[in-house]
Antibody, heavy 123, light 111 residues
Framework: QVQLVQSGAEVKKPGASAKVSCKASGYTFTDNYVHWVRQAPGQGLEWMGLSNSNDGTIHYAQKFRGRVTMTRDTSISTTYMELSSLTSDDTAVYFC????????????????WGQGTLVTVSS | QSALTQPPSASGSPGQSVTISCTGTSTDVGAYNYVSWYQQHPGKAPKLMIYEVSKRPSGVPDRFSGSKSGNTASLTVSGLQAEDEADYYCNSYTGGNNPYVFGTGTKVTVL
């Protein structure tokens, strides 16, 4: 079965960076895209960007461009999301999620989700 | 890209139906048949319930159905059960600089 396992919670100081990992299993890693979505405490979901696991193509939400970096290591089926210049507004649970792709194209939806990683930004 | 508009809350008694709306614009919901719906229980990751407007992933009960008319998509939960009490979010592909946008979320309460 498809599983996405994320790294553990982090506490960071303002101005620092946080790097969250997302390890995939149960499917061919390079077949699907990996998206990142965050959720601030008590708030809704916010799309951050996507990584094409096959060719590494990245698309970031405009809000995060210049501050977010998404990378992948195909040898260990893992995608990374690093967010820099953290402020208290970045305190949130960060989720990775897969978009299923096939010969007919991609579903443009998020079929499987990681368990989430809480990043707390506090001085 | 502004968030899609959902009602903050919806409720129904067990066995009843509840419908949640998701209003966007002609550049997102109205432009593409790529609306999806997610259920989220407190402290848990979201779960895909509907994709491509009306398709159900395997394992999702057929009590959940989706539709779209113009710039508004809808999720209907029929035969409400206690476990359906959760937050629900819609999402649409927009094809633009910010290609995915979520709805504001709806809290469904089973009375």
């Amino acid at each position: 079965q498809v599983q996405l396992v994320q790294s553990g919670a982090e506490v960071k100081k303002p101005g620092a960076s946080a790097k969250v990992s997302c390890k995939a299993s149960g499917y061919t890693f390079t077949d699907n895209y990996v998206h990142w979505v965050r959720q601030a405490p008590g708030q809704g979901l916010e799309w951050m960007g996507l990584s094409n696991s096959n060719d590494g193509t990245i698309h970031y939400a405009q809000k995060f461009r210049g501050r977010v970096t998404m990378t992948r290591d195909t040898s260990i089926s893992t995608t990374y999301m690093e967010l820099s210049s953290l402020t208290s507004d970045d305190t949130a649970v960060y989720f990775c999620a897969t978009e299923t792709c096939s010969g007919n194209g991609c579903s443009k939806s998020f079929h499987y989700w990681g368990q989430g990683t809480l990043v707390t930004v506090s001085s | 890209q502004s968030a899609l508009t959902q009602p903050p809350s919806a409720s129904g008694s067990p066995g009843q139906s509840v419908t949640i709306s998701c209003t966007g614009t002609s550049t997102d919901v109205g432009a593409y048949n790529y609306v999806s719906w997610y259920q989220q229980h407190p402290g848990k990751a979201p779960k895909l319930m509907i994709y491509e407007v009306s398709k159900r992933p395997s394992g999702v009960p057929d009590r959940f159905s989706g539709s779209k008319s113009g710039n508004t998509a809808s999720l209907t939960v029929s035969g409400l059960q206690a476990e359906d009490e959760a937050d629900y979010y819609c999402n649409s592909y927009t094809g633009g600089n910010n290609p995915y946008v979520f709805g504001t979320g709806t809290k469904v309460t089973v009375l």
